[in-house]
């Protein structure tokens, strides 16, 4: 099973620059849904989340909640391979 993580993020429009991120990723089993934390290598921002189904992952806040997105971008992930 993995345990290490690549992240890869382009802010379209501002400047569209890629940005990486590598390190380790821990879960942490729950009922009804598993979380999933990235080491401190990942920005603060992206580092838990909840996994609502095997393909879909929600982005968590400080808090351990779902992050609301806007019209124009979200906080939900999907495997697309």
Not at 71 to 78: D, K, W
């Amino acid at each position: 099973r993995p345990t290490t993580y690549k992240m890869v993020r382009v802010y379209v429009g501002k400047g569209n620059d890629r940005l990486e991120d590598l390190g380790a990723w821990s879960a942490s089993p729950g009922a009804p849904f598993d979380v999933y934390r990235l080491d401190a290598a990942a920005p603060a921002e992206f580092r838990s989340f909840w996994a609502i189904e095997q393909d879909i992952l929600f982005v968590l806040d400080a808090s351990g909640r779902p992050r609301v997105g806007t019209a124009g971008f979200g906080y939900a992930l999907n495997r697309t391979r």
